[in-house]
């Protein structure tokens, strides 16, 4: 059923927390190199000023092992969302104690504040109950627009749905409803493509994928894991040894289910990852003893492109090679422009993937790009994630059949 959002309640006059996803990357001396993340916030966080709520945001950044450390502070994060809502924005000097109830209590219709890094409190990863109502306590609502965080059980993600109402905010809902929809009712054909360095991070996925997908493109490091299991000789390229039976298995699921399963027919491969290697192009049967395989073959590439440009729903986790070196970056920029030019529904997710679209300049062509990472891959195995399953449902007013 579908969530409720912040359109489902009135929010006027009351305070609303909202756990945002603000851990944005910052540069030695503490300025945001990228407000990707808080840019993602300001459907939901411009609805509630302008609904004359009170909002009370709370966020993590980084990994400050439950300790207060000023490299973590997210008093940059107030300064930019000041910036782009036009209005100010004040930080809590802490988490759920004397300075963030006063600046709560002394709220307006319309008024922001952030309270400072949830975890420099331990209890918030423990989701200790206590540090739950605690953050309850400064709101009368509470709203979930951190998708990245919601495969998290943590206090502010889950345990403070425990004693207030809980609703979606916009971000979550999008990422919620396209890739539900991508799962549970995608429009065909349906291929996936996922890459990325190990098989180990993407065995649910697959096994998951592989009830639902009428096409599976393979490619990456993962693939080297496939190509051992298919027999091929890999060189001294990335293979997860202790994988390679269960690689075998997921190519005969595939066979059973009539999903074509394709792994790369040529490759790129260098004697190092280094720009000025020697490199060349090879056949997946080819790799020669001592190098690695870094990339997806041209041939591989616009095979893989002319799926891709054929397919009604595409999604995509997961780079072809190693990108972030120039030589070996042709094959995954083939396949970004190949999902923005898909006529379909494209979805994006994963961090390299992302870094990728950005970098092939087609970002604005693909449907939806998710703020996921751990999130996204629990979501495309079919698991429940924490953050969700506490926000309230909407009835269903399905009719009855008959």
Same mark, same amino acid.
């Given at each position: ?15 609303? +927390? ?26 939901? &966080? ?7 709520? =009170? ?5 993590? #950044? ?44 002394? +709220?307006?219709?319309?008024? /922001?504040?952030?309270?400072?890094? #949830? ?15 605690? *953050? ?35 971000? #979550? ?9 991508? #799962? ?43 190509? =051992? ?27 059973? =289910? ?14 190092? *990852? ?6 060349? &192009? ?31 729903? /595409? ?53 939806? &790009? ?12 079919? =698991?429940? *994630? ?17």
């Amino acid at each position: 059923m579908p969530l409720k959002t912040v359109r489902d309640v009135d929010v006027t006059g009351r305070r609303v +927390l909202v756990r945002v996803d603000f851990n944005v990357p910052l540069s030695p001396d503490g300025e945001i190199t990228d407000d990707t993340r808080i840019r993602a916030a300001l459907p939901t &966080i411009r609805y509630l000023v302008d609904q004359g709520a =009170r909002v009370v945001l709370c966020s993590h #950044l980084g990994r400050p092992k439950g300790k207060v450390d000023p490299r973590y502070s997210l008093k940059p994060c107030a300064v930019r969302l000041g910036q782009l809502i036009g209005r100010e924005v004040r930080i809590a000097e802490d988490v759920t104690g004397p300075s963030a109830r006063a600046l709560g209590a002394r +709220l307006r219709n319309g008024d /922001v504040m952030l309270l400072e890094n #949830l975890r420099f409190d331990p209890r918030e990863e423990a989701n200790d109950p206590g540090f739950a109502r605690e *953050l309850a306590d400064l709101a009368d609502l509470y709203v979930n627009d951190a998708f990245g965080t919601a495969h998290r059980a943590h206090a502010s993600t889950a345990g403070v749905a425990a004693y207030l109402p809980a609703v979606a905010g916009f971000l #979550l809902q999008k990422e919620v409803d396209v890739m539900g929809k991508a #799962l549970a009712n995608p429009d065909r054909p349906f291929l996936a493509i996922l890459g990325g360095a190990k098989v180990s991070d993407k065995i649910g996925v697959i096994e998951n994928l592989l009830g639902k997908v009428d096409r599976l493109l393979i490619g990456g490091g993962m693939a080297n894991t496939f190509l =051992r299991a298919l027999g091929h000789g890999t060189g001294k390229s990335l293979v997860e040894e202790d994988k390679v039976d269960q690689a075998r298995k997921l190519l005969e699921k595939a066979k059973e =289910r009539g999903v074509d399963l394709w792994l790369p027919e040529d490759l790129v491969v260098a004697t190092a *990852l280094d720009p000025n290697a020697e490199h060349r &192009i090879v056949k997946k049967e080819e790799i020669p003893d001592g190098w690695m395989a870094v990339d997806i073959g041209p041939d591989t590439a616009r095979r893989f492109a002319g799926a891709i440009r054929q397919s009604m729903t /595409v999604v995509w986790n997961g780079p072809m090679g190693v990108f972030e070196v120039e030589p070996f970056s042709r094959g995954t920029f083939a396949v970004a422009e190949a999902v923005a030019g898909s006529p379909g529904l494209t979805i994006v997710g994963g961090g390299d993937s992302v870094a990728a679209v950005h970098a092939a300049g087609v970002a604005d062509r693909i449907t939806h &790009i998710s703020t996921g990472g751990g999130a996204t891959l629990e979501f495309l195995e079919g =698991r429940e *994630l924490p953050g969700v399953a506490v926000l309230e449902t909407k009835p269903d007013v399905t009719p009855p059949a008959g």
